[in-house]
């Protein structure tokens, strides 16, 4: 993970929750965290996966935890933060990265409503709840920051894809909200959108949506996570602390801000 290690040796000892933490760039960011010597909770609905990462990082002498979280049920947020906060003895840093598609290659008139209700209730009010259970904490810890996991596609508006498109141009203009919000507190909120990025969890995706990402970048090449993990790194130090209600493109230059 050279984009995380190099610059961001602060982050050493900073507590930070991570959601959707198992695989993908969720997994991406708790091994980056780790490894620039944070100590690091993060949750998802794959428990299995979760524990196998935890246990990992645990034997390369990281402090990790892993704990179960549900998103959409709200009961299970506020049950997580406590849970977290307890094991890490506070809280300095919250990545929203978790949340579902289920609506990839239908038309927005094939879209069943309990499926729009879904990744709704996930990326959106999911995150929602989890920044207000955690900003007394944050509040607390006096150099509080939130890291928000959007998307490039709530920028160019991808096809094919309306209901996580929506809800990410949601997270997008929450992440401004909350900032307004939160500063008052010293707690800083950004968001990051990121391309297509190779992942097992874009698995899914069409070769030529991958081959549209490829052609369209500055950078003519794939996404990797350890893209991602170095600019959400920095929005969570102390190098970022004027930083608040940004959003940050992280996809070679397909979609400029």
């Known amino acids: 993970m050279h984009n995380a290690n190099a610059a961001l040796a602060a982050l050493n000892g900073r507590r930070v929750i991570v ?13 980056s965290l780790a ?30 935890h892993f704990l179960p979280l549900d998103l959409a049920e709200p009961s299970n947020v506020q049950r997580f933060v406590a849970e977290a906060v307890a094991q ?33 209730n996930v990326n959106v009010r999911g995150t929602w709840l989890m920044s207000t259970a955690a900003l007394p904490h944050l509040r607390d810890s006096g150099r509080g920051a939130i890291v928000n996991i959007a998307s490039d596609t709530a920028m160019w508006g991808a096809p094919k894809l309306l209901a996580y498109v929506a ?55 794939g996404q990797v996570p350890d893209d991602v993990t170095g600019p959400v790194l920095f929005l969570l130090s102390d190098a970022a602390r004027f930083v608040t209600g940004q959003l940050l493109p992280v996809n070679g230059g397909f979609v400029m801000n």
């Open 19 to 31: 959601t959707g933490g198992a695989r993908g760039l969720g997994a991406a960011f708790v091994r």
């Open 35 to 64: 490894q620039a010597g944070a100590q690091v909770a993060f949750g998802d609905v794959l428990h299995e996966e979760g524990r196998a990462l935890a246990e990992t990082l645990k034997g390369e002498g990281h402090a990790v």
């Open 88 to 120: 890490l003895g506070g809280l300095d840093a919250l990545i929203n990265n978790a949340a579902i598609t289920n609506s990839g290659g239908k038309f927005a008139g094939e879209l069943a409503v309990d499926t729009w209700d879904a990744v709704m």
């Open 167 to 221: 809800s990410k141009g949601a997270v997008i203009a929450m992440t401004r909200s909350l900032a307004r919000e939160f500063g008052v507190h010293g707690v800083t909120v950004n968001a990051i959108a990121p391309g297509l990025t190779e992942v097992e969890a874009t698995a899914y995706v069409p070769a030529e949506r991958h081959e549209y990402y490829l052609k369209g970048r500055a950078l003519n090449r």
